[in-house]
């Protein structure tokens, strides 16, 4: 296929490299970054648009996703497909994929989970959403930059998963931090913790394959000094994410909302920018009631 790739950042890069290293003919735009080897550059996002059968966008956010769209839905061929990887707010993706079926072409929001270290294996998981057939058409490169691709159903949908996801797990990994340190503080080991609740109804993925406490369960951040996995700042933007959402719909999310409340204060007042987002359990070590 012919691909246009805009958003050449810490994510764009290695799935562009993983497209053009699979033989397919990739034109990559960015303002900042340049090019990897194997993708053509482009001057602008709407030269890399121009004849391509699918273009990706992966893009800090809405309003940016919202301008670029501007720029490059009008240079699309007719037929081809708008598949956005961001991770941007509900309402901004169906706008976009409004704005593409418009203008005869097919639109597809599929942001994903697993980070800059799935992104350079390949092994991305993707949510999407949007019609059968736009689905279908962008199938076959969900294959070669990820393990797992979703139909959610329309366009919309991979977004409303995707943030529902990361609520959950937000608010997950906070319980399991501050579960941690009640225990420390009740004189409970931390591996006879992990033990318990690893095997017992407490059990998440934050405790299990995540373990925010240091030498407990599998390799995770926390041995690594809570070096980003996936930062704190990046967590928060995925909680207001869903906190707009809720707004939007008007659903009552309490969790959520103590949840995007905590990861600000961790990001903006304290120390918690850069880090992983499981260092919220260093961040209640610290704290009394
Ligand atoms: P990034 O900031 O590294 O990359 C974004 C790129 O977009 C930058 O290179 C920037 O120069 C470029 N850009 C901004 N405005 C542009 C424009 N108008 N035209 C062309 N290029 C423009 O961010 P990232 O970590 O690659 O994340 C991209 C998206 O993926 C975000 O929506 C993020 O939430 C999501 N995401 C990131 C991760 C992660 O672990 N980094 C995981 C899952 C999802």
């Given at each position: 296929m012919k691909i246009g790739f805009i958003g050449l950042g810490n994510m764009g890069t290695p799935m562009a490299v993983n497209l053009a290293a699979a033989g397919h003919e990739v034109s990559g735009f960015d303002l900042i970054t340049d090019c990897p080897d194997g993708v053509s550059k482009a001057d602008t996002a709407a030269q890399a648009a121009t004849d391509a059968d699918v273009v990706i966008t992966m893009l800090p956010?809405?309003?940016?996703?919202?301008?670029?769209?501007?720029e490059i839905i009008p240079a699309m061929k007719a037929g081809a497909t708008l598949l956005d990887c961001s991770t941007v707010d509900v309402q901004s993706a169906r706008a976009v994929a409004d704005d593409a079926i418009a203008a005869d072409l097919l639109a597809v929001d599929a942001p994903v989970s697993g980070g800059i270290g799935g992104a350079a294996a390949g092994t991305l998981t993707f949510m999407a959403g949007g019609s059968?057939?736009?689905?279908?058409?962008?199938?076959?490169?969900?294959?070669?930059?990820?393990?797992?691709a979703v139909h959610c159903g329309p366009s919309g949908n991979g977004q409303a998963a995707k943030i529902c996801n990361n609520m959950i797990l937000g608010?997950?990994?906070?319980?399991t931090c501050e579960a941690f340190a009640l225990a420390d503080k009740l004189g409970l080991e931390r591996q006879s913790m992990f033990d318990v609740v690893s095997t017992s109804s407490g059990y998440s993925w934050s405790m299990n394959a995540y373990c925010p406490a240091p030498g407990i369960g599998p390799q995770s951040p926390s041995d690594n000094d809570y070096q980003p996995g996936f930062a704190a700042e990046l967590m928060l933007k995925d909680l207001r994410l869903s906190q707009q959402a809720a707004e939007s719909v008007d659903a009552p999310t309490p969790m959520g909302e103590r949840a995007t409340e905590l990861y600000k204060q961790f990001v903006e007042d304290e120390d918690g920018l850069g880090s992983d987002f499981s260092a919220m359990l260093p961040r209640f070590e610290k704290m009394s009631r």
């Open positions: 956010n809405g309003a940016i996703l919202r301008s670029v769209a501007c059968d057939e736009a689905f279908a058409n962008v199938n076959p490169l969900f294959d070669i930059m990820g393990q797992k608010a997950t990994m906070i319980a």
